[in-house]
């Protein structure tokens, strides 16, 4: 059962709306935006029924602050009024309402408008589910075929995923670096991430493939994968209009390997200089490699890796979320195994 929230200050008004609606919808009455948005915290709606004119913080205020949240900017919103004019209407729209029903209204064309709208939302919802289903499956495509170029990394890509979304949840949990996260559509962001490497199709598999430690010469070439993956993506955002997801892959490709205190590469940035996501896949991707064996070296265990990484807090890493890993390291781990 979709579930509405009736907002208005007019007890008549909310106990009309919530009479016509109850029974097929789950509607909570809500006598204010603060109420709205308490309740928010533990429960989204499917559809918001929004008065305009209430006290503390009106429908178009309300709006607003809706359309700010990452969480709740999706609900579509139809504002109750009984204003009738041209400028409160062109004020609403450009606040991103889908509507508005004038009050007082008759029981049954608010259930006819609200049904319109709940059909119209999951049309919409089911054709945006449709279009990250293909960004993700080329990501998952094009990722796969680097990572099948170098036979040394197998897995890595989808371990250094898992272990991204571990910390991000951390992150949020943990009220860390949330005001940044909470502007991500994570359900882009994350698998994104699997094209931090794609810069390594343009290494030769010579080099990918050495069994043992590369030269400097060697190593400067592999080093270009992080400039050469960014370019890679650059050039698939300059074919589409929809390249938000792939900001985000660009940041993970071109960022990885900076540290924490600038001694890192290709830029040599520092601190907060790095994006975020370079900052947390820098640790993904050390963890990764820590606990696999290579040609040139044994997998370390995980309580060494974790030491490792715990010990370049500050250098190598951005302290903030080895604090945060620390928390997760197990689970690192069991993800680890279970890939």
């Avoid at 359309?67 to 606040?95: C, M, Q, W």
């Avoid at 999951?122 to 449709?130: D, G």
């Avoid at 990250?132 to 040394?152: F, P, Q, Y």
């Avoid at 897995?155 to 009220?175: C, D, F, P, S, W």
């Amino acid at each position: 059962m979709k579930t509405i929230f009736i907002v208005d200050d007019n007890d008549t008004n909310l106990m009309a709306a919530k009479t016509a609606l109850d029974g097929m919808y789950k509607t909570f009455a809500l006598p204010s935006a603060a109420r709205m948005f308490k309740l928010a915290e533990k429960i989204v709606p499917d559809l918001i029924l929004l008065d305009i004119n209430m006290p503390e913080m009106d429908g178009f205020e309300a709006m607003q602050v809706l359309k700010s949240d990452n969480n709740l900017k999706s609900i579509p919103v139809v504002f109750l009024t009984a204003k009738n004019d041209e400028s409160t209407e062109i004020r609403g729209f450009e606040l991103g309402a889908l509507d508005f029903i004038n009050k007082p209204f008759s029981p049954p064309v608010l259930i006819k408008r609200i049904e319109m709208h709940i059909e119209t939302d999951k049309l919409i919802k089911e054709s945006q589910r449709a279009v990250r289903d293909i960004h993700n499956a080329t990501i998952s495509v094009l990722a796969d075929m680097v990572e099948n170029r170098d036979k040394v990394t197998g897995g890595h890509v989808e371990r250094t995923q898992a272990y991204l979304e571990i910390l991000v949840n951390e992150l949020i949990g943990k009220e860390t670096y949330t005001d940044e996260i909470a502007s991500w559509d994570l359900s882009l962001v994350l698998p994104s991430a699997q094209l931090h490497d794609v810069g390594k199709i343009t290494i030769s598999d010579v080099i990918l493939n050495k069994q043992g430690k590369l030269t400097n010469e060697e190593f400067d070439s592999m080093k270009s994968h992080c400039i050469e993956g960014e370019k890679t993506i650059d050039r698939i955002i300059s074919k589409t209009s929809d390249d938000g997801f792939l900001l985000h892959a660009k940041r993970f490709a071109g960022y990885h390997h900076e540290k924490w205190d600038g001694t890192g590469y290709p830029r040599k940035l520092n601190g907060l200089e790095i994006p975020l996501e370079g900052r947390l896949m820098a640790i993904a991707d050390v963890y990764d490699a820590l606990i696999s064996e290579r040609p040139y070296k044994k997998a370390f265990t995980h309580e060494q890796a974790v030491e490792i990484i715990n010990k370049d807090s500050g250098t190598h890493f951005d302290p903030k979320i080895v604090e945060v890993f620390l928390n997760v390291a197990e689970d690192f781990w069991a993800t680890s195994v279970s890939i």
